[in-house]
């Protein structure tokens, strides 16, 4: 099992950055993919970005290519997500979570974390 606690959430301005953590416990994390999603009021939940965490390979979406970078820290056991050029349509509650890779799915979630952007 693996417990997920985020931190980092706020208001920004346009154009800011931040810097969301994802504090990762259990045990095998090497056995996992972690993901980092989104959902906006009256939208579908998204995933933006995800990390194997045994050799930190990554892909993205296309809505946060370029702007969003997914690492993680194995010594620390923690998930981040780096935001850069930050738009009021990246405003929404943030997650992150974990899946067995190639189970294609995500069994653990964390509480999420509200970012607000604002214009």
């Known amino acids: 099992q693996v417990q997920l606690v985020e931190s980092g959430g706020g208001l920004v301005q346009a154009g800011g950055s931040l810097r969301l953590s994802c504090a990762a416990s259990g045990r095998f994390l090497s056995n996992y993919v972690m993901g980092w999603f989104r959902q906006a009021p009256g939208k579908e939940r998204e995933l933006l970005a995800r990390?194997?965490?045994?050799?930190?390979?990554?892909d993205y979406s296309d809505s946060v290519k370029g702007r969003f970078t997914i690492s993680r820290n194995s010594v620390r056991n923690t998930l981040y997500l780096q935001m850069n050029s930050l738009k009021p349509e990246d405003t929404a509650v943030y997650y992150c979570?974990?899946?067995?890779?190639?189970?294609?799915?995500?069994?653990?979630w964390g509480q999420g974390t509200q970012v607000t952007v604002s214009s």
């Open positions: 979570a974990a899946g067995l890779v190639g189970a294609d799915k995500y069994d653990y």
């Open positions: 990390i194997r965490w045994s050799d930190s390979s990554t």
